[in-house]
């Protein structure tokens, strides 16, 4: 149990639509990342935010975009969706003290299914 | 993670040791790290290593790290079917940089 919680745990969407995901930070951190991870490959990163701000940026069209809230939870949010989106999102958080070393704390992920 | 690379299946008897190896390409990277994933699961972190350290030991598991050759592996002593998983090593710059994952399989 790693105190980081995503929902929703599965979700089905149409090509085109839009959708938001949810991750509650664990308790104290203050940074929150984001990783896409297809069927049978590793995590790739989407963006982090710290502080509320947007901190860094992995290979994803601006269709994929994030909020962090000042309770440090965060949403991401993907429009226009595609078949390829298909994937589980996951979520980590860390505390992050500025030297961009720390230990990241996934949750359980959401399942997108893009039909 | 076209940064790290490991072999992508693993098939071990439960008892036996299993070693899972890793290569990275970012030097600079002060950590390297080893997750685990089960079925449906996110990503669970079984441990950690240094960049200044050659070897860590925790319990059943040994992270070996040779610098030189970017080499990095995990050991699992005593293999248990529990640790049927897929295991991931990632390295670290702000962003965490992970390979394709290796399945391992435990047979009795």
């Known amino acids: 149990e790693t105190g980081v919680t995503q929902s929703p745990t599965h979700l089905i969407k149409t090509r085109g639509q839009q959708v938001t995901l949810r991750c509650s930070s664990q308790?104290?951190?203050?940074?929150v990342s984001w990783y896409q991870q297809a069927l049978g490959q590793g995590p790739q990163f989407i963006f982090q935010?710290?502080?509320?701000?947007?901190?860094g940026r992995g290979n994803f069209p601006p269709r994929f975009s994030g909020l962090q809230f000042p309770n440090y939870s965060s949403e991401l949010n993907v429009n226009a969706l595609e078949l390829d989106d298909s994937a589980l999102y996951l979520c980590?958080?860390?505390?992050?003290?500025?030297?961009?070393?720390?230990?990241?704390?996934f949750g359980q992920g959401t399942r997108l299914t893009v039909v | 993670g076209e940064d790290v690379e490991q072999s992508l299946f693993l098939s071990v008897r439960e008892g036996d040791s299993s070693v899972i190896n890793c290569t990275y390409t970012?030097?600079?990277?002060?950590?390297l790290y080893w997750y685990k994933q089960e079925p449906g699961a996110g990503l669970q972190l079984l441990t950690y290593?240094?960049?200044?350290?050659d070897m860590k030991q925790d319990q059943r598991l040994t992270v070996l790290l040779n610098k030189k050759d970017k080499h990095l592996s995990l050991r699992i002593a005593d293999t248990q079917t529990g640790d049927s998983a897929i295991y991931f090593c990632?390295?670290?710059?702000?962003?965490?940089?992970f390979g394709a994952g290796t399945t391992v399989t435990v047979r009795a």
């Open positions: 990632a390295e670290n710059d702000y962003k965490l940089s």
């Open positions: 308790s104290g951190h203050n940074t």
């Open positions: 980590a958080s860390s505390l992050d003290s500025g030297t961009g070393d720390t230990e990241a704390f």
């Open positions: 290593i240094f960049s200044n350290m």
């Open positions: 970012d030097s600079s990277s002060t950590y």
């Open positions: 935010y710290y502080r509320e701000e947007e901190n």
